[in-house]
């Protein structure tokens, strides 16, 4: 199994994203968190600054929408180029067409569930999507803890993809750190968004890869 660590830019420097970037050149991508304080109480960026973080950005940039109205916004994302869009269940009103859309523009579709929402709500059309975004702690801010109770959900959807969509990747985000990434990869998971664990460590490119080395330790 592929390992992924994507680091999320929630917990980076907002005033100095291109020398952030530079900072994490070992990650397989950039986890980009678009908040409207609306969905969530937080804000962040809108496509503006999405676009110019496409422009300098040498990783993929994954960006997660965590706002309103995704079916009308996720295309929006998607056409700056971006390499994979998620948005959240809970927020769409027909989330296959949204996500055709976002293929339709060139981009990996991703679909994400709040830890209240079952996973039997994405059942019958996960075979529609590149990635599953499980949230380990509620949508809205960095630096939460791991809700403990996600491995169940984790090793649940983990299930469902072997089933039915064999090719699409299983992410979790939300208070991803050495003390609890075997375990979390060892449920399943092959994308890990982390934030303060990487962006608070003196050696960030360090940080990840002993990170992705401690999630393929529980595989072998």
């Not at 969905?39 to 940039?61: A, C, D, H, W, Y």
Request: glycine share 6%; hydrophobic share 45%; charged share 20%.
């Amino acid at each position: 199994m592929d390992i992924r660590i994507q680091p999320s830019i929630l917990s980076a420097d907002f005033v100095n994203f291109e020398a952030d970037f530079d900072s994490i050149s070992s990650a397989d991508g950039i986890h980009v968190d678009v908040m409207d304080g609306h969905f969530v109480p937080n804000m962040t960026f809108g496509p503006p600054m999405v676009k110019r973080m496409q422009e300098i950005s040498k990783l993929p940039l994954d960006v997660h929408l965590m706002i309103e109205n995704s079916d009308h916004w996720a295309p929006v994302y998607a056409s700056l180029g971006v390499f994979s869009v998620t948005f959240h269940f809970e927020a769409c009103a027909d989330a296959v067409a949204t996500a055709r859309a976002i293929r339709s523009m060139g981009s990996r579709a991703g679909i994400a569930i709040k830890p209240g929402t079952a996973v039997s709500a994405i059942e019958s059309i996960i075979n529609e999507f590149d990635q599953v975004l499980v949230m380990s702690v509620e949508p809205g801010f960095g630096g939460q803890s791991f809700i403990q109770s996600s491995l169940d959900k984790i090793t649940e959807v983990r299930a469902l993809i072997y089933l039915h969509s064999p090719q699409t990747w299983l992410q979790v985000d939300g208070g991803i750190d050495e003390s609890n990434i075997a375990e979390v990869s060892k449920a399943g998971a092959d994308t890990f968004v982390a934030g303060s664990a990487v962006f608070k460590s003196s050696d960030r490119n360090g940080q990840i890869n002993s990170l992705r080395d401690l999630a393929l330790a529980a595989h072998r």
